[in-house]
């Protein structure tokens, strides 16, 4: 680095060396945590989209749009239809019977093709082993380096289905109703009107160490739209002793751009005059480039948040809501923003609230003994009581969880449905007047009520089940087991 001061006196001009070497020192540490901070958040976010698509409860597959081939899978869809990772790549769902219907699956691609998504929309699709199941698909178009691709996430629906038509069943029978970096230094003689350069903001223009450039041939190698700005912050640094610190590009002597990040400081003399300008100049293209990656990682880290098909939270280990997707308004009525920055434990019923405490807890000290799968109670914008199925998974080496929530609130209103219509059944069953059982194909009684019992004489409906309902007309004028015994009458 070469130094120039106007003090000849060689003790000054080894302190005002050292105080030049300290500022930067500090300057290029500060720099250096900038970095460091920039490529951990970069990582978190990627990691975070990872585990968002390999850890995601729901199964994911994202395949060409052109021609419908796998490009990608996650565990819950290998875990869901028995191929592995390996089969599928490379292959469609029409080649591995995952969905055989040739037309149908033409006419949803044209249909995302043109719309860009389609959300909601049931489908069958088959197991490895040729298991059919019903399905509710979340498809969204997305362009990756210009090539179109289909992301796809479905819900098993199929116990909501049979729920469903139980409960039709139900009814017909009963009739009721039943989810690093570079640095230098450089200063400005105001009395010369010439920039000094250390070595490296020299190498940072391309130009050779040593090269001291007048004020104005320094500024022309910034970019011609921010030269008016390096202006107006250099004179005001010099008649105000405004500091500035800046990022703008520069165009170095090859005609490459770089990103650069300038800071200027007043130094006075004894009168309080300025009569220097110095500061720092750092190459921070690299980390340009990285928030960049880092806005492009967080954009597809969105784009998988949003468009995963259910309402997901990322909670933190202090309980806060860190981000929310906007299926949390269609499920429980509350707007992302008014979930994020408050404590899941304000959107929680009572009886659910020491249950969620502990696996909570639990998870963050050992994630095995909490379980990931499990139902609560949960209030919506109106103070209503959800039912919701949650699955949780934790971002690895972090405090941190996503939490995706299934509104399970009509299954389970469909079930308490079958179940008293069950109990209605029963009751009348054991309460009728008349003489009521049931009996196998061969004739044995498997129930039958009290009436039956006093009618035909047994003490209890364990004496009467398995017996053959034949033997009790053999002879019409007694009563009694094996054909004899008491009279009957009917």
Same mark, same amino acid.
């Given at each position: 680095?070469?130094?120039?001061?106007?003090? /000849?006196n060689?003790?000054?001009?080894?302190?005002?060396l050292?105080?030049?070497?300290?500022?930067?020192?500090?300057?290029?540490?500060?720099?250096?945590?900038?970095?460091?901070?920039?490529?951990?958040?970069?990582?978190? %976010? #990627?990691?975070?989209?990872?585990?968002?698509?390999?850890?995601?409860?729901?199964?994911?597959?994202?395949?060409?749009?052109?021609?419908?081939?796998?490009?990608?899978?996650?565990? =819950?869809?290998?875990?869901?239809?028995?191929?592995?990772?390996?089969?599928?790549?490379g292959?469609?769902?029409?080649?591995?019977?995952?969905?055989?219907?040739?037309?149908?699956? +033409?006419?949803?691609? #044209?249909?995302?093709?043109?719309?860009?998504?389609?959300?909601?929309?049931?489908?069958?699709?088959?197991?490895?082993?040729?298991?059919?199941?019903?399905?509710?698909?979340?498809s969204?178009?997305l362009?990756?380096?210009?090539?179109?691709?289909?992301?796809?996430?479905?819900?098993? *629906?199929?116990?909501?289905?049979?729920?469903?038509r139980?409960?039709?069943?139900?009814?017909?029978?009963?009739?009721?109703?039943?989810?690093?970096t570079?640095?230098?230094?450089?200063?400005?003689i105001?009395?010369?009107? &010439?920039?000094?350069?250390?070595?490296?903001?020299? =190498?940072?223009?391309?130009?050779?160490?040593?090269?001291? $450039?007048?004020?104005?041939?320094?500024?022309n190698?910034?970019?011609?739209?921010?030269?008016?700005?390096?202006?107006?912050?250099? !004179?005001?640094?010099?008649?105000?002793?405004?500091?500035?610190?800046?990022?703008?590009?520069?165009?170095? %002597? /090859?005609?490459?751009?770089?990103?650069?990040?300038?800071?200027?400081?007043?130094? &006075?003399?004894?009168?309080?005059?300025?009569?220097?300008?110095?500061?720092?100049?750092?190459? *921070?293209?690299k980390?340009?480039?990285?928030?960049?990656?880092?806005?492009? %990682?967080?954009? &597809?880290?969105?784009?998988i948040?949003?468009?995963?098909? !259910?309402? @997901?939270?990322?909670?933190?280990?202090?309980?806060?809501?860190?981000?929310?997707?906007?299926?949390?308004f269609?499920?429980?009525?509350?707007?992302p923003?008014?979930?994020?920055?408050?404590?899941?434990?304000?959107?929680?019923? $009572?009886?659910?609230?020491?249950?969620?405490?502990?696996?909570h807890?639990?998870r963050?000290e050992?994630?095995?003994?909490?379980p990931?799968?499990?139902?609560?109670?949960l209030?919506?914008?109106?103070?209503?009581?959800?039912?919701?199925?949650?699955n *949780?998974?934790?971002? @690895?080496?972090?405090?941190?969880?996503?939490?995706?929530?299934?509104?399970?609130?009509?299954r +389970?209103?469909?079930?308490?449905?079958?179940?008293?219509?069950?109990t209605?059944?029963e009751?009348?069953?054991?309460?009728?007047?008349?003489?009521?059982?049931?009996?196998?194909?061969?004739?044995?009684?498997?129930?039958?009520?009290?009436?039956f019992?006093?009618?035909?004489?047994f003490?209890?409906? %364990?004496?009467?089940?398995?017996?053959?309902? =034949?033997?009790?007309y053999?002879?019409?004028? !007694?009563?009694g087991?094996?054909?004899?015994?008491?009279?009957?009458?009917?």
């Amino acid at each position: 680095m070469e130094l120039h001061n106007t003090n /000849s006196n060689p003790a000054n001009q080894l302190e005002q060396l050292r105080r030049d070497y300290d500022e930067l020192k500090r300057k290029l540490e500060k720099s250096i945590s900038q970095q460091k901070h920039i490529e951990k958040k970069l990582n978190e %976010s #990627e990691q975070r989209f990872a585990v968002l698509f390999r850890k995601s409860v729901f199964p994911a597959i994202v395949t060409r749009l052109t021609d419908g081939v796998i490009v990608d899978v996650n565990e =819950a869809f290998e875990r869901e239809f028995g191929f592995s990772k390996k089969e599928v790549l490379g292959k469609t769902s029409v080649q591995l019977g995952i969905n055989p219907n040739v037309k149908e699956r +033409k006419q949803l691609h #044209e249909k995302i093709r043109e719309d860009g998504a389609l959300h909601h929309h049931d489908i069958v699709l088959y197991s490895k082993t040729g298991e059919k199941a019903y399905y509710e698909s979340n498809s969204d178009k997305l362009v990756i380096n210009g090539e179109e691709y289909l992301f796809n996430t479905v819900r098993n *629906i199929s116990d909501y289905k049979n729920a469903i038509r139980k409960q039709k069943e139900n009814f017909d029978l009963i009739r009721i109703a039943g989810e690093q970096t570079k640095m230098g230094g450089w200063n400005v003689i105001l009395s010369e009107n &010439r920039v000094y350069w250390s070595d490296e903001v020299a =190498a940072i223009h391309e130009m050779p160490a040593g090269y001291a $450039p007048l004020v104005e041939d320094g500024t022309n190698f910034y970019a011609p739209e921010w030269r008016d700005k390096i202006t107006e912050a250099f !004179t005001k640094c010099v008649q105000q002793g405004i500091p500035y610190d800046e990022e703008m590009e520069i165009i170095t %002597s /090859s005609g490459k751009r770089v990103w650069v990040r300038t800071l200027g400081e007043a130094v &006075r003399n004894k009168k309080g005059k300025i009569v220097k300008i110095q500061g720092a100049f750092q190459d *921070i293209t690299k980390r340009k480039q990285a928030e960049q990656e880092l806005r492009e %990682s967080e954009a &597809r880290y969105k784009a998988i948040f949003e468009t995963t098909g !259910t309402a @997901t939270l990322i909670v933190g280990e202090d309980t806060t809501i860190l981000m929310a997707n906007n299926e949390c308004f269609d499920m429980f009525g509350y707007d992302p923003n008014q979930l994020a920055g408050h404590k899941w434990t304000r959107f929680v019923a $009572p009886e659910s609230f020491e249950l969620m405490m502990e696996n909570h807890r639990l998870r963050r000290e050992n994630p095995e003994l909490a379980p990931r799968k499990y139902e609560v109670k949960l209030l919506n914008s109106k103070g209503g009581k959800r039912d919701v199925m949650l699955n *949780i998974n934790m971002i @690895t080496g972090t405090g941190t969880s996503v939490v995706s929530m299934l509104d399970i609130t009509e299954r +389970k209103q469909a079930e308490d449905q079958l179940l008293q219509s069950k109990t209605n059944l029963e009751q009348y069953f054991h309460n009728d007047i008349s003489a009521d059982y049931v009996v196998s194909q061969s004739g044995e009684i498997v129930s039958c009520n009290k009436t039956f019992l006093n009618l035909f004489g047994f003490e209890s409906k %364990s004496e009467a089940e398995q017996f053959d309902i =034949a033997n009790l007309y053999k002879n019409p004028q !007694t009563q009694g087991r094996n054909g004899s015994g008491a009279k009957t009458t009917a």
